[in-house]
Every structure is written in structure tokens, then in C-alpha cells.
């Protein structure tokens, strides 16, 4: 009877932690079939970006100030030593976080983040060496001119083109009108090499009163940006006001109109002009109203989900997961909203090919998706 009652305890003991690891997978329907939804870590700070080394670990930024490794087992590290001090208030914080293209031979990282100084914040990135799971060498490489108070609208990815030069997004830090100002970085998308110094062929390079970084402007917040890898330009997304999110193809010298013309409404219920009252200004491929508050962006090139190849990833925060659009060249074919319960910061297909997405908690979440079943 002794050992009976003894095997019962074990038995009943032992519930919990099956429950738990249960809860840790789902699955999904979608219209393209079923899919694994698998936690790989819940133990992450608001994390923000996410990038794939080499062996498999990933470095994830969280928004409070901290860079993580986290294993594909789901084992997070100790913050990594040697990052820069961020301001961390609002929506500022660690932002962003990418491998040098030539990363197996250089081990260089850069960082985007916003960076305290006089006059309040605004968005920098750094680079700097990973070796032996620490930071080395950390070098700003941007610095968005000017820093102003407030936690609003610091953007930003990180997205680097064949060319070997980096694109640097940011957001107009809740000013408005400064998108439109060329001799300022508020609102624009920034072109740079490497090593922060300006290529000869940015837009503005040699126009007076304007920054020789600036790509593109009239940008509100642009929070998920990737290169499209058939054709090698650089895609973008921003978030509107009171509606009217926007998905772009940021072209050199463009004005993309913030806050002259937009497809929402300010906060308090003011109107704006639509976009086409300037046909002068560049416009958007697609629009959300209501909002989808896009984060984080990802062209699916892989294999393991074969339905999905092609397609465009967007992270959702007000849609609570991730928003999978269809294409034909530049033209967006069809969308499919696929929920994962949370805010979701970002979106990127892994060296396995699955897709990973990042939630925008507290608590944190790593999410790696897959098919439900091994394609045969």
C-alpha cells in the first residue's frame, strides 16, 4: 500500500511539468494548413530584434538595455557584456540587431538603439566585434541628428543591401514636421556603408541643407524593414497615426509624405489630406486602416514552410501576430492575418528555415513556427 501511495505521488507530481510542456506547443490552422506554434524561451524582457549566428544560437536585443544568446533549446544567457548605455523610456531602448554580411570572417554586429545625450534621445547603431559571447570595439557608427525629448518614434531596423551598404530606419520621434526637413534625420531612411561613412551615390550627397545620409523622407515610424530578395531592393513598412500603416519601396531622393498626406487621422480626430490629393509625392503599395501597428518585416525564401515561399512577413502588434501578404512583383496579392495571442515585435525566417517571431511582453516570447507536419 506504501508504495502505491508513493506511485501515486510521483504520478500526480510529475503533472504540472507535462502541463507545462504541453502548453509550450499549438497548433495553428491557416490557409495554407496546419502549423506548430513552439515557445522556444518565455523568459525574455520585451525583446525587439533577432539575429542568427553561424552555430545556431541566436542574439536577441531586449528593449530595456540587454543583449541575450538564446539556444535553439531555448537556454538564454546572461546579458552579453560590452553594450552601449541605452535610453530606455517609452518606446526607446535596444532596438535592433544584425550580422555583418561577411560575419564568419570579421564577427562584426551593429546594434540600433536609442542613444541618450544632450537635448534628450534619438536613434544611433553601433558596431562592433562578437567574440567569446562579449562585445568588443563598440563603435557608433549614426547618430540621427538632432536628439529631442520624448519616448516616441525612434524606428528601427537594420537592413543591409548586396551592395555590402546598410540601411538605417528611423522614425520623426513625434515632431511631425521634421520628416520633411532635409537638413535633420527625423523621419528618414538613412543610407551608410559599413563603417558609418556616406556612400557617393546617397540622393543628397553634395545638395546644400541636406544630410548626405538620407535615402529616403516624409517617414512617420518605420519599424520593419528587408531587402527583397529576388529583386534587391529594400521594402519598408511604417506605422500611421489613427490609421493608415503603410508598406513602401523606399526609392532614392523619395518623399513619402509624413505629415502632409497620410491614410489615417491624427489622434484627436483632425483629418489629413489623403495621399492622392499630392500626386508629387511618392505613395504607398498597400495601406491598413485600422491599424495593424507593423513590427518587423521578413521575405520567406526557405523551404520548410514551401506554401509560404515568397511571401512577405509582417509582425503585428496591434494585430497580434503575424500579417502574411502574397505578391506578384511589387503588387500585393492577398493577406492572411495568422494570430499568436500577443504583440509581436518582430518577424524573421531562421537558418532552419522555420520562421521565429518575437512578442512584445514582458514575459517575453520566442516563437519559432513550422509546419505541423514534416513536408514529405
Avoid at 562579449?134 to 547618430?143: H, P, Q
Avoid at 551592395?163 to 534625420?185: H, K, M
Avoid at 492575418?337 to 520566442?366: M, W
Amino acid at each position: 500500500m506504501r508504495l502505491r501511495l508513493l506511485l501515486i505521488a510521483c504520478l500526480f507530481a510529475a503533472l504540472p511539468a507535462a502541463a507545462s510542456a504541453q502548453g509550450k506547443v499549438r497548433t495553428l490552422n491557416t490557409d495554407t494548413g496546419s502549423i506548430r506554434v513552439t515557445i522556444v524561451t518565455d523568459r525574455l524582457e520585451h525583446p525587439w530584434g533577432v539575429a542568427f549566428l553561424p552555430d545556431g544560437r541566436m542574439l536577441v536585443t531586449e528593449r530595456p538595455g540587454r543583449l541575450r544568446i538564446v539556444t535553439a533549446e531555448g537556454e538564454v544567457s546572461a546579458p552579453v557584456k560590452g553594450v552601449p548605455k541605452v535610453f530606455a523610456q517609452g518606446q526607446g531602448g535596444f532596438l535592433d540587431v544584425a550580422l555583418d554580411p561577411n560575419f564568419a570572417d570579421n564577427r562584426l554586429v551593429y546594434l540600433s538603439f536609442a542613444e541618450p545625450g544632450p537635448g534628450g534621445a534619438s536613434t544611433a547603431v553601433a558596431r562592433a566585434k562578437f567574440e567569446n559571447d562579449a562585445l568588443t570595439g563598440v563603435t557608433v557608427i549614426f547618430r540621427q541628428e538632432p536628439k529631442v525629448s520624448g519616448g516616441n518614434h525612434f524606428g528601427s531596423r537594420l537592413a543591409f543591401a548586396p551592395d555590402g551598404n546598410l540601411f538605417v530606419t528611423t522614425g520623426e520621434r513625434f515632431e511631425f514636421e521634421p520628416a520633411q526637413d532635409l537638413s535633420v534625420d527625423l523621419g528618414k531612411i538613412v543610407r551608410i556603408r559599413p563603417d558609418g561613412k556616406i556612400p557617393d551615390d546617397n540622393p543628397f550627397v553634395g545638395q546644400k541643407n541636406a544630410r548626405p545620409e538620407i535615402w529616403s523622407y516624409g517617414h512617420r515610424n518605420v519599424e520593419g524593414a528587408a531587402i527583397n530578395p529576388e529583386t534587391g531592393v529594400l521594402w519598408a513598412h511604417e506605422m500611421g497615426p489613427r490609421g493608415g500603416d503603410e508598406l513602401n519601396i523606399p526609392q532614392a531622393g523619395k518623399n513619402y509624405g509624413w505629415p502632409l498626406v497620410s491614410w489615417g487621422r491624427h489622434y484627436d480626430g483632425r483629418p489629413i489630406p489623403d495621399p492622392p490629393t499630392r500626386p508629387d509625392l511618392a505613395g504607398s503599395i498597400r495601406h491598413w486602416t485600422p491599424v495593424i501597428s507593423p513590427s518587423g518585416m521578413a521575405f520567406y525564401t526557405g523551404s520548410l514552410l514551401p506554401a509560404w515561399r515568397g511571401n512577405l512577413l509582417i509582425g503585428g502588434l496591434t494585430a497580434r501576430g503575424i500579417v502574411r501578404l502574397t505578391l506578384d512583383g511589387e503588387k500585393v496579392t492577398g493577406e492572411e492575418r495568422i494570430s499568436l495571442g500577443a504583440r509581436t515585435r518582430d518577424v524573421r525566417q531562421g537558418t532552419d528555415g522555420a520562421v521565429y517571431a518575437l512578442t512584445d511582453e514582458e514575459n517575453g516570447k520566442l516563437l519559432r513556427i513550422e509546419p505541423a507536419r514534416a513536408p514529405e
